[in-house]
């Protein structure tokens, strides 16, 4: 007799979700001092172990998680689920790795473009600091960049005052 009604199966599966997140949300903060190039792979294979589902009964289209009816099977020798779970693992791991594969294929010529405009960025920045008579916004003209010639200046007070 089947005890489980379709909304303890669909809260069960709300909850499985919840906790499966928190266990993500970790793995991810476990993983951060990681190289990148091993630190994405790593979370894309614990995702595929958290959220691939298996199916259990395919008569009611009941499903579960596909780690938890391998290990359910293995460890208490029940079922024959096993070899139909790791088999779905397998698929979901390899779905989920190819289209990882295509995200670093799309995302690498960006990367590429962008870290060449931040050294090109930081070459002309270090250009422009090297020469100190550059940082004025007409270049290094002085007074004269009208062509007029340079008005002297008067030894003594430069202030002007309106008058009262």
């Given at each position: ?5 379709e909304n303890d199966y669909l809260i069960a599966w709300g909850l ?16 951060r001092f990681m190289w990148r190039w091993l630190r994405e792979p ?123």
């Amino acid at each position: 007799m089947d005890t489980m009604t379709e909304n303890d199966y669909l809260i069960a599966w709300g909850l499985y979700a919840f906790a499966a997140l928190g266990c993500l949300l970790v793995w991810c903060r476990l993983t951060r001092f990681m190289w990148r190039w091993l630190r994405e792979p790593l979370r894309v294979l614990m995702a595929v172990l958290l959220f691939s589902p298996t199916i259990i009964d395919p008569v009611k289209e009941k499903f579960a998680p596909a780690i938890a009816i391998t290990a359910l099977d293995l460890a208490f020798k029940v079922g024959n689920n096993a070899w139909r779970a790791v088999s779905d693992l397998l698929m979901y791991a390899i779905i989920a790795f190819c289209l990882y594969g295509l995200f670093v294929l799309i995302r690498w010529p960006i990367e590429r473009a962008s870290k060449a405009r931040r050294a090109q960025a930081a070459a002309a920045e270090q250009a422009r600091q090297s020469d100190p008579e550059d940082d004025q916004p007409f270049g290094n003209a002085g007074d004269d960049r009208y062509g007029r010639p340079v008005a002297p200046r008067v030894s003594g007070s430069t202030r002007v005052e309106p008058r009262l």
